[in-house]
């Protein structure tokens, strides 16, 4: 069966733009800054930095490589790779990304809401935040049911409207300019954080050297830190293989997972840069640790205490937000267009794609709307397993975050690499990656192998114990 109906990328540029910007979401501009301070700063980071190269780097080249050696949707390119076991994890991959579009959406529709409040106010005078707290303002968001549904669905209609152009003439045009502008806005903004008055403590707490944290509790920085790695850098929900399965064999999958490995760190260390530093100058005592809170609460108290350059500054960082938000939702929704247009495909039929797209976006945002009308607990909606007090059943965010995030990534990455380091074996990736003259060096390989056999099974063990174990507790009362 002839793939013309799949497109491909325009250039090399352009898919690196994409699988970037796939990864740069709300998993470096929000939970990367919380999740460090959570896991004490500095020690977290190091800790971040080994699990990206021995964990993060191999997962990656393995996905890129099932997923170009089929050419086809993440469920197909596992089938291809090894029967049954295929099967499984190609369906957990396709879980995980409708499960996460559900809270994902919701969570740019909170900072398109943000950015139109500090833009009323720096261009009508408005002052809509005046004399309102971070958490006034964000217990009024989350109540208003009405407009959470209705900024969820633009959120999702801006992403239908891009993705419904396809991969060349869609996705990577709008990366190809989103990216370039996320990152000019990223520079801004952390310009503006690290010269208020006391910003010096948050980069301190960032990058001076601080091992407390692992001797108290290593086991907690590790599960935090690879979860957040593993989150930030899109692995196991079905992207990289997605956006592997278009790339042209004449590409070094090599070159290409260590350029999207090094380019989503350096953007989650600048995010820290332009949160933390501004949380600790102005957000008072433990703002490193106000956990999700950090990005609406924390930062809109900051932004208010900025005086009449706050709105500004205030819309600046919610667009760059939403930027990252979009960049990495329709790499989401893409996973499940090519899931459908191959099926199509493959059946002798000419997928249409649009009709393709709207209807998963229709579906998505069914989902999403419970999210969003639920307000992160906050508006009395049954909740599942919330008699039992712990975080999974705190709201359907945590619900939804706990199956997907909590459970399907971290467990369908384990028995990937069991799956390839044991039985399918290493040499299945090597060949893929060895394409149109590509070479790699018997030490990379050797490293390769290692990892995938021993070390990325342990890492995920933990971090998908760690996940488990947090969902499974009771959160404090607020």
Same mark, same amino acid.
């Given at each position: 069966m002839e793939k013309h109906h799949r497109g491909e990328w325009g250039s090399n540029l352009g898919f690196l733009m994409a699988a970037v910007g796939s990864a740069v979401g709300l998993g470096n501009i929000w939970a990367?800054?919380?999740?460090?301070?959570?896991?004490?700063?500095?020690?977290?980071? /190091? #800790?971040?930095?080994?699990?990206?190269?021995?964990?993060?780097?191999?997962?990656?080249?393995? $996905?890129?490589? #099932?997923?170009?050696?089929?050419? =086809?949707? /993440?469920?197909?390119?596992?089938?291809?790779?090894? @029967?049954?076991?295929? !099967?499984?994890?190609?369906?957990? &991959?396709?879980?995980?990304?409708?499960?996460?579009?559900?809270?994902? +959406? /919701?969570?740019? &529709?909170?900072?398109?809401?943000?950015?139109?409040?500090?833009?009323?106010?720096?261009?009508?005078? /408005?002052? !809509?935040?005046?004399?309102? !707290?971070?958490?006034?303002?964000?217990? &009024?968001? =989350?109540?208003?049911?009405?407009?959470?549904?209705?900024? +969820?669905?633009?959120?999702?209609?801006?992403?239908?409207? #891009?993705?419904?152009?396809?991969?060349?003439?869609? #996705? $990577?045009?709008?990366?190809?300019? @989103?990216?370039?502008?996320?990152?000019?806005?990223?520079?801004i903004v952390i310009v503006r954080a690290v010269t208020l008055p006391g910003a010096g403590a948050g980069l301190a707490f960032m990058f001076a050297p601080n091992f407390t944290p692992l001797k108290e509790d290593f086991l907690k920085v590790l599960s935090t830190a690879g979860g957040q790695m593993f989150f930030s850098l899109s692995l196991a929900m079905g992207i990289t293989v997605t956006y592997g399965s278009y790339l042209s064999k004449k590409e070094s999958l090599v070159k290409n997972s260590l350029i999207i490995i090094i380019s989503d760190t350096i953007v989650a260390i600048l995010a820290g840069m332009a949160v933390l530093p501004a949380a600790f100058a102005l957000g008072g005592a433990n703002a490193e640790k106000a956990g999700p809170a950090l990005l609406f609460i924390t930062l809109q108290d900051v932004f208010n205490a900025m005086g009449p350059t706050g709105p500004l500054f205030g819309v600046l960082f919610y667009l760059l937000v939403i930027l990252a938000a979009i960049t990495s939702a329709i790499a989401l929704l893409e996973v499940l267009a090519t899931f459908m247009s191959d099926r199509i495909a493959l059946k002798g039929h000419t997928p249409n794609r649009a009709k393709l797209v709207t209807i998963i976006c229709l579906v998505v945002f069914a989902e999403a709307a419970l999210v969003a009308a639920d307000g992160l607990g906050k508006n009395g909606l049954w909740i599942p397993f919330h008699e039992t007090g712990r975080n999974l059943g705190a709201s359907w965010l945590d619900f939804m975050d706990f199956i997907s995030e909590g459970v399907a990534m971290p467990l369908g990455a384990l028995l990937m690499s069991v799956w390839i380091g044991w039985f399918v074996g290493p040499k299945l990736v090597r060949d893929e990656v060895e394409q149109e003259g590509h070479k790699i060096s018997n030490g990379l390989y050797a490293f390769f192998s290692f990892c995938i056999k021993f070390i990325v099974p342990i890492a995920m063990a933990f971090v998908l114990f760690g996940m488990v174990n947090d969902f499974m507790t009771i959160p404090p009362q607020s």
């Open positions: 990367f800054p919380y999740k460090m301070g959570n896991g004490g700063g500095f020690a977290f980071l /190091v #800790i971040y930095l080994i699990l990206a190269v021995t964990v993060g780097f191999n997962i990656m080249l393995c $996905e890129l490589a #099932i997923g170009r050696r089929a050419g =086809r949707s /993440v469920l197909v390119s596992y089938q291809q790779a090894g @029967g049954k076991m295929g !099967t499984f994890l190609g369906f957990l &991959a396709m879980l995980s990304p409708f499960l996460i579009l559900s809270f994902y +959406t /919701v969570l740019g &529709a909170y900072c398109m809401e943000y950015m139109s409040l500090n833009l009323a106010d720096l261009a009508f005078g /408005v002052s !809509t935040l005046a004399g309102l !707290t971070g958490g006034d303002s964000f217990n &009024a968001v =989350r109540i208003n049911q009405f407009g959470a549904v209705a900024f +969820t669905f633009l959120f999702i209609f801006i992403c239908f409207l #891009i993705i419904r152009g396809g991969i060349k003439d869609g #996705i $990577e045009k709008f990366n190809k300019i @989103g990216m370039p502008a996320l990152f000019i806005m990223l520079v």
